[in-house]
């Protein structure tokens, strides 16, 4: 088993930073990628941003890209959100895999924090 904890969720004006946390503990040496997932108020959860264990290897959403980093240290994880805009407003999730591909793919991710709420605000 893995747990994931996510911290550094909060209200932000727009044009704002925010670091979310994501510790994690238990067989973390199951997991091949650790992702940041979110979910706006209405809608479907989707895919933020990605890195590897091994290599660092990250991806990133394209509504993303140029704004958030993902990057990892030891057993944590995190997400530097810089530029924030209304639209980022949501639950941030951060989620672990042993998979080793198609790591922009919710479904394939088999451990989950239990979300942070992020809010912009104009």
């Known amino acids: 088993q893995v747990q994931l904890v996510e911290s550094g969720g909060g209200l932000v004006q727009a044009g704002g930073s925010l670091r979310l946390s994501c510790a994690s503990s238990g067989r973390t040496i199951s997991s091949r990628a650790m992702g940041w997932f979110r979910q706006p108020p209405g809608k479907e959860r989707e895919f933020v941003a990605c890195?590897?264990?091994?290599?660092?290897t990250t991806y990133y959403a394209d509504s993303v890209k140029g704004r958030f980093t993902i990057s990892r240290d030891k057993s944590l994880v995190y997400l530097q959100m810089t530029s924030l805009k209304l639209e980022d407003t949501a639950v941030y999730y951060c989620a672990a895999t042993a998979g080793q591909s198609d790591w922009a793919t919710e479904s394939i991710y088999n451990y989950w924090g239990q979300g942070t709420q992020v809010t912009v605000s104009s």
């Open positions: 890195i590897g264990w091994i290599d660092g």
